[in-house]
């Protein structure tokens, strides 16, 4: 994006300080010519001035934007590891309430402790996918994963 748009500028300044010195360099004295170039330079060196301003704004932009990302994701991890610890503990309480419960308790908590190991991971996944997530839309992302979680939330409730 920024190496077209450089070109773009570029051409543009270009055709402008031509159209310039080709205009008034025809029919003017020593003089005339003189301040002419020094006009059509003030001219090239603003005009590139304010190019790398404008440049150096997309950067500073694109940097904000990375870091806001990078503190999302951050939260995000956050979040998911908080959900993990949450899982594991009610695994442990599973794992305990099979020990003490009757042939047919044991089955209905085993589908629970088994519900819970895949929630365990999908937030696995999730996390791993955070960790390596550079293709798409960022908003989109954080969207999914969020809504992944709530589900993931409202089976272990």
């Given at each position: 994006?920024?190496?077209?748009?450089?070109?773009?500028?570029?051409?543009?300044?270009?055709?402008?300080?031509?159209?310039?010195?080709?205009?008034?360099?025809?029919?003017?004295?020593?003089?005339e010519?003189?301040?002419?170039?020094?006009?059509?330079?003030?001219?090239?060196?603003?005009?590139?001035?304010?190019?790398?301003?404008?440049?150096?704004?997309?950067?500073?932009?694109?940097?904000?934007?990375?870091?806001?990302?990078?503190?999302e994701?951050?939260?995000?991890v956050?979040?998911?590891?908080?959900?993990?610890?949450?899982?594991?503990?009610?695994?442990?309480?599973?794992?305990?309430?099979?020990?003490?419960?009757?042939?047919?308790e044991?089955?209905?908590?085993?589908?629970?402790?088994?519900?819970?190991?895949n929630?365990?991971?999908?937030?696995?996944?999730?996390?791993?996918?955070?960790?390596?997530?550079?293709?798409?839309?960022?908003?989109?992302?954080?969207?999914?994963?969020?809504?992944?979680?709530?589900?993931?939330?409202?089976?272990?409730?």
């Amino acid at each position: 994006y920024f190496f077209c748009f450089k070109l773009n500028h570029k051409r543009m300044k270009n055709l402008i300080i031509a159209f310039i010195v080709v205009s008034t360099f025809f029919s003017c004295s020593r003089n005339e010519k003189k301040e002419i170039a020094e006009k059509t330079q003030d001219a090239q060196d603003l005009v590139e001035s304010k190019a790398d301003s404008v440049v150096d704004d997309l950067k500073d932009g694109a940097e904000e934007a990375s870091q806001s990302i990078l503190l999302e994701k951050e939260a995000l991890v956050s979040k998911i590891d908080d959900k993990k610890d949450e899982i594991n503990k009610k695994l442990k309480e599973a794992d305990e309430d099979i020990k003490n419960a009757t042939i047919q308790e044991k089955a209905r908590l085993a589908s629970k402790k088994k519900e819970l190991q895949n929630s365990l991971d999908e937030l696995d996944k999730a996390l791993n996918d955070l960790k390596s997530e550079k293709k798409r839309d960022w908003k989109d992302f954080k969207k999914d994963l969020n809504k992944q979680i709530d589900k993931i939330q409202e089976k272990i409730q």
